[in-house]
């Protein structure tokens, strides 16, 4: 990749990435999209450790879990 383009940034928000129906395919599409042009980030709505949690960090993308106040 060019050094000097920075990658597309996509954030996905969901309730849990568990292995459900939407989840999956955003899992999907995850694994085989160039890592070298995107970077995807995940915003969910629990603290728990869902299906895919491990494997999202392996791939170099981030849970957040927003703050309600």
Do not use: Q, W
């Not at 993308?61 to 309600?68: T, V």
């Amino acid at each position: 990749m060019n050094k000097n383009k920075k990658k597309i940034k996509v954030l996905h928000v969901v309730g849990a990435m568990n292995a459900a129906g939407l989840e999956t395919l955003i899992m999907n599409i995850y694994r085989n999209v160039d890592l070298e042009k995107f970077h995807f980030d995940f915003a969910v709505h629990t603290t728990k450790e869902c299906f895919y949690d491990k494997e999202i960090l392996l791939k170099g993308g981030e849970n957040h879990i927003p703050s309600i106040t």
